[in-house]
């Protein structure tokens, strides 16, 4: 089963979105974290800025810091320091070990690259299994330091903000970009969908008409074009295969004629029951079959060229009928002839070929019968239409009938149909009869060796109703 072109390109589209969706938390992760290590840097380098002598002497240290800071909410994040001077043996016990630690490592601080912070360097520091984020002032010696866990726990509820947000926000974009994909393939598939529409109307009676495709998109007019090229070169391959059939045919006529009334004037002369004489027969029975075989291709190719003008008239369609099931009985008396055709179902049609018709579907259900078989006619009519059933049973259906039965010298299994009589072209008129008629002709069968051939058609084709 072949994937639907919308589903799969949604599909990818959705995949797109998801992909973005990752990228974009992973890079905007890691940028937004280092711009909110930027952010407290340049707090902390305003707080020892402003501040450094205030941390040394102790007094006011933490208002100068909330004031500093206050002039960005991200640089007042922390709210606690550890300062430490140059002369870090003056400090309290708990931060002595760690100021100790800021002076003695001399080689890992990092200067600044910003030049609104230049003197000042920072550092990754540990003590006692904790991590330690610190900005030293070069000129004087002054460190002043923050807990990394502080950091993180920021960073942690910050995403946690975010991942908050997206709960509520990301369905609604996922979808929109739904909605968004559905209208993008749809815009997309319009201008094809319209070319569908028009090449399914193509056939070989309306190829002389150039294709009429409405599209927005100049990427489309090329795509159109090729198409109409290719209807250009069909309407030129059709008018040469149908003039080619049609000259064949007229062509054939006239020798085939003349050959059989050789031949039925050689019969005519030899004597009767003569080994020549019924070689001059089978000929003659040959040279019908290819008068028939004629007759049919250049009807077919007429039908094909749109030139078969019909010579409608009323006929009782009940009283056909009724004559070719009494004509059944007379060439298979052994046969059951079943009718149930209702009468006075009166058909506006061109005589000629409606007996065509019957005749074609009439043979067929006589030579493809079984040796004691039966026939079952039906006929009813309803709402302007009517409907003609001709059933019979066979011996074999073949597998591919139902499907195949319409095709130009089909005749089924060829190891045994050339036992009966035929070509393969009656029901290939049949079909073009009943589309000149706007009718239908089906063939279908069951599991119980039965054919059954319908014909609907209605009363009076379309153009000639009157009130």
Not at 12 to 37: E, P
Request: proline letters at 3%.
């Amino acid at each position: 089963m072949k994937k639907s072109f919308r589903l799969r390109l949604i599909l990818q589209f959705i995949f797109c979105i998801l992909l973005v969706s990752v990228l974009n938390r992973g890079f905007s992760q890691y940028f937004a974290n280092q711009y909110v290590q930027e952010r407290i840097e340049a707090g902390m380098v305003k707080v020892l800025q402003q501040c450094g002598d205030r941390y040394k002497r102790g007094i006011g240290a933490h208002e100068c810091s909330e004031e500093v800071r206050a002039n960005s909410w991200m640089e007042s994040l922390p709210k606690s320091y550890v300062f430490c001077d140059k002369d870090w043996r003056t400090m309290d016990k708990p931060d002595v070990g760690l100021c100790q630690k800021t002076q003695d490592a001399n080689s890992i601080w990092h200067v600044f690259d910003s030049p609104e912070h230049m003197g000042f360097e920072s550092a990754e520091l540990t003590w006692n299994d904790k991590a330690w984020h610190a900005i030293r002032q070069a000129s004087t010696g002054r460190v002043l330091m923050v807990s990394q866990a502080v950091l993180d726990q920021f960073i942690e509820e910050l995403w946690g903000i975010r991942n908050r947000v997206m709960l509520y926000v990301f369905p609604v974009i996922f979808l929109m970009m739904l909605v968004v994909s559905w209208l993008m393939t749809t815009a997309m598939l319009r201008p094809l969908n319209s070319i569908k529409d028009t090449l399914e109307k193509l056939s070989s009676k309306n190829l002389s008409e150039p294709l009429v495709v409405s599209t927005a998109y100049a990427e489309f007019e090329r795509f159109t074009s090729v198409f109409e090229e290719l209807r250009g070169r069909l309407h030129n391959s059709f008018l040469q295969s149908q003039r080619f059939a049609a000259d064949a045919s007229h062509e054939l006529r006239t020798p085939l004629t003349i050959l059989r009334g050789h031949v039925e004037m050689g019969i005519a002369e030899l004597p009767a029951g003569s080994e020549a004489q019924i070689r001059l027969r089978l000929m003659g029975e040959e040279i019908e079959r290819l008068i028939d075989i004629t007759e049919k291709l250049l009807l077919l190719s007429k039908a094909d060229a749109n030139s078969i003008k019909l010579d409608l008239v009323e006929i009782n369609l009940s009283d056909v009928i009724n004559q070719f099931a009494a004509d059944a009985q007379l060439y298979r008396p052994h046969f059951k002839v079943t009718t149930a055709i209702q009468p006075q179902v009166i058909w506006r049609c061109d005589k000629g070929l409606v007996n065509q018709l019957v005749q074609n579907i009439f043979t067929n259900a006589i030579n493809y019968n079984l040796p004691n078989g039966w026939l079952d006619f039906k006929l009813h009519q309803a709402d302007g239409s009517f409907e003609l059933t001709i059933s019979n049973p066979t011996s074999e259906v073949v597998a591919d009938l139902s499907g195949r039965a319409f095709e130009r010298f089909y005749r089924g299994d060829s190891s045994h149909t050339r036992q009966v009589d035929g070509h393969g072209l009656g029901l290939s008129l049949c079909i073009e009869i009943m589309h000149l008629h706007h009718g239908q002709i089906t063939l279908h069968t069951d599991g119980q060796n039965l054919v059954h051939v319908s014909v609907k058609a209605p009363l009076s084709p379309p153009n000639t109703w009157v009130d």
